[in-house]
């Protein structure tokens, strides 16, 4: 391990600026195109200290001495940070991260030290077995690594994280998952831009962190219009009165005869609806600038412009990885044309060609759909999918193998779009596999069913899939004496509308929970209980960000609302609120949807009139991490708690989607919840209509076809 001595490349060139900045320009696209981006961000760049990072960190440290306004993702550059991660599995491997950020230093870069911590990431088994000892030491020290290089993004409130992934990269990844045996759309490659893996239910890195943006006094993406497009308002505004004044002969008349009670909504009262809840989005976008360069010409440019690097010998073992032993493959043996880099490229752009119309077709699928409702405080949709008629040519009517082969083409891309509205909904921290969708679009679309799934087909039945429970709603007829082949044919006629919920949590695996990590245990001069440390953000089964900050001698708990505790919680409520509770589960929250929501309990019973805890209650032991951060001695020598709480005991205190709590908690507990991130490009293209019907009112009579669950009825405003 060392510096590599100069090697002459005569055949490569350097990456020119130009050239280099071009190519960051394509990758890194705005993610919010809407957005004004004025302030200057910082961006981190990820440095092992090899050829291909050193290079990169080069590179990057020449674009702001010649263009200081240039932009990456939505923001212009303030500076740029190398972030090296230090495995800590061979000597000397500190000295040689803080040599690498020495030379970072003097190309005027910052460089920030990462070590990982394996103890924590293994627990007890960290003193019996050496990580390169673990069977997935590649998979553990990459989730280790980007959960490391998220959490620092997070901190610092880092948007863009630039990877030195490169062709040759590219040209391993691609064979790697040829020989495993991919699709197209595993053959892609590494994409240039994506979210950053490994970070699920990380806040600010894991699809968060633009509300805490946009409450800033000077958010990052601004999304108020310009001076000069408030100005063009309001000119148009004041032609569009003068107008309206022009046909109207008493301004005053028409508003004298009105009340302040003729202008409310005859609907609903004004608390009819809960508070709103923000939906969360942003997070750390991984970037890829350099998959369009060869490695010959990052040694090239480090060559041209003497920075140096240093060569991990591991990289050289094949028998370490994956990798490694394809990397050995086919630099020590020549491999038949088709498996050498030029045709692996071209299949992997081949690849993404193909993938992206079928990309085109789901997104046409999609602007035909129509989503009434996603309601956010029960994390439910009634989805309203367009109607499918499988597309033959005359040719294929003549071959059922044809036929086939196009009805499976068109379930892939039926697949494609179920997985865009499914994610919506879905708790799953990663989305369903395509294969799975396609089994079940025949239950969403009769017309594309194969023959062996055509007697299944008809007529819908609820299902559920990814974390997802599907409903259908049944089209009224008007009438009871229409025969049921006939009442088929007028549902296929039909677009039949979903609706969308969290599938019901089954009884023999464990509740999604998230606990309060701290909890009171001093008073103050007054004899009142101090506000514990505030609760970092937590997400809960993979729907709601929530952070509580409570001043309660005993532990917060947050778990789906179980039916055990509606009558005791309805009986704390104040009368106007049991209405208000009442009214709330009937319209956000039907039959088993409201034994989804998200509930704050108390660990254990407690009178809020007489604060008492009992005595035998265990009292946290505060200790400094050596990182600054305040924990408490369970994390160090585990729970003093039991392992399996007794929901008996617990009491459950609020309903946080719903605003629902019982009298006087707001002077003990703080809360704040919000709803995962949607895809905005999926909701933007699909048709909506916020909180009302597309259909008759009396055609929103729901059905459920599984025996054993009631029906109901949805009325939409």
Known sequence: MGTLHHVMHTGARPIGLLEFMDAVRAACKPRFPHARGLLHRQVAVAVSGGVDSMALAFLCSQIRKRDHEFKISDNPVSSFCGLVVDHGLRPGSREEALAVCKALRRMDFMGELLALNWSRALGDSYNRVHPKELPNFESVARTLRYQKLGSYCAYRNIASLLLAHHEDDQYETVLMRLLQGHGSRGLRGMRKARDIPECWGLFGADGSGYVDDQMREYPFYKTTPSKGKRKHMRRELKSNIRHLVAGIESNEHSTAELSGGDLDDPYQSKRAVPFNIDIEDGGVTVYRPLLEFSKDRLIATCLENNVPWWEDATNKDPTLTIRNAVRHLYKGYTLPKALQKPSIIALSKRSERRVQAQEDAANRLLSRTIIHDLEVHAGTATVQFPKLLPRLARRDSRSPLRRRARLLKQREIAAIFMRKILEL??????????PTLENHVSRLFPSLALLEEAAAANPPKAFSVSGVFLIPIMPNTGSTSIPEKTANKQQQLQQLSWYLSRTPYPSHRPLPRVRTTYWATERDHNNVWMMSPRMPWALWDGRYWIHIEHRLPYRLIVQPFLLEHGKSFRELLTPDDRDLLAAFLKKYAPGKVRYTLPAIYLEEHLDLDNVVPRPSYPNPIYWDDGDGNRRDEEERRGSLHPKVLDNSKMKLVALPTLGIQIPGLDQWLSYEIRYRKADRDTLQK?????????????????????????????RRR
């Open 425 to 434: 909904v879905s708790p799953e921290s990663q989305p369903p596999f395509l």
């Open 686 to 714: 699909a048709g909506t209509f916020h909180r009302g019907s597309f259909m008759a009112p009396g055609a929103l009579k729901k059905r459920v076809m599984r025996s054993g669950v009631s029906a109901t009825k949805l």
